[in-house]
C-alpha cells in the first residue's frame, strides 16, 4: 500500500510538470544595428622644419679703416704711451626698424559700486575688521567650550582673510570676510 501511495504520488506530481499544449516561441523584431561609422584617423603632425632666413641683396663693402698715425723718431725714446684715439668713421646707416608695437594697456579694474572708491572702501573695511578685533580682544579664549573656542579661532581666521583680501584689493571678499569676523566676535562677546 505505502508502494500504491508513492506511485500515485510520483504520478500526480509528474502529471503537474506536463501541459497540454504546446508553447509558441514569441516573435520579436529583430534589432537593426547601425553600421559602425567610418574610421577617421587624423593624419601625424608634420615634424616642424625649420625655416631657412631668406638671402639677403650684397652688403657694402666695409669702410676703409685710416692707418694709425706715424710716430716721429723722438717719441720712439719716451716709456709713456699716449692712449690711441680711435679714428672717426662715419656710422654705417642702419636698416629701418618696424616701430615696436605698444605694450598693451592692462584692462581697467572694473568695481562694483560698493567698491568705487577703493580708499573709502578699504577704510571701511578695516573700521569692521577692527571692531572685530576689539569684540575678540574682550573675550577670555581660556574660559570658552570647545564650540566657542572654534568660533573664535575662526573668527581670527576670517580678519586673517580679510586682511589679505585687502591686499589684493579684493574689496567685496574683504568686507564679506570682516563682517563675518565681526558677527561671529558679536556672539562670542555676548556670552
Do not use: H, W
Amino acid at each position: 500500500m505505502k508502494r500504491l501511495a508513492v506511485v500515485l504520488m510520483l504520478g500526480a506530481l509528474a502529471a503537474g510538470c506536463v501541459t497540454t499544449r504546446a508553447q509558441v516561441p514569441i516573435e520579436r523584431p529583430s534589432l537593426d544595428v547601425p553600421p559602425a561609422p567610418p574610421r577617421i584617423i587624423e593624419p601625424a603632425p608634420l615634424p616642424e622644419v625649420a625655416l631657412q632666413p631668406e638671402p639677403v641683396g650684397e652688403l657694402p663693402p666695409p669702410p676703409p679703416i685710416p692707418n694709425p698715425p706715424r710716430r716721429s723718431p723722438r717719441d720712439t725714446g719716451s716709456r709713456e704711451q699716449k692712449p690711441d684715439s680711435k679714428p672717426d668713421i662715419a656710422p654705417v646707416p642702419e636698416p629701418p626698424v618696424a616701430a615696436a608695437p605698444a605694450p598693451a594697456q592692462p584692462a581697467p579694474l572694473l568695481r562694483t559700486p560698493a567698491t568705487a572708491d577703493a580708499a573709502a572702501a578699504e577704510k571701511q573695511i578695516r573700521e569692521t575688521i577692527n571692531r572685530a578685533q576689539s569684540g575678540l580682544n574682550g573675550v577670555n579664549y581660556q574660559k570658552l567650550s570647545l564650540e566657542r573656542k572654534k568660533a573664535y579661532d575662526e573668527a581670527k581666521d576670517f580678519i586673517i582673510s580679510a586682511e589679505g583680501a585687502i591686499k589684493s584689493t579684493s574689496f567685496e571678499l574683504a568686507k564679506e570676510f570682516a563682517d563675518k569676523a565681526e558677527k561671529l566676535a558679536r556672539v562670542l562677546q555676548g556670552s
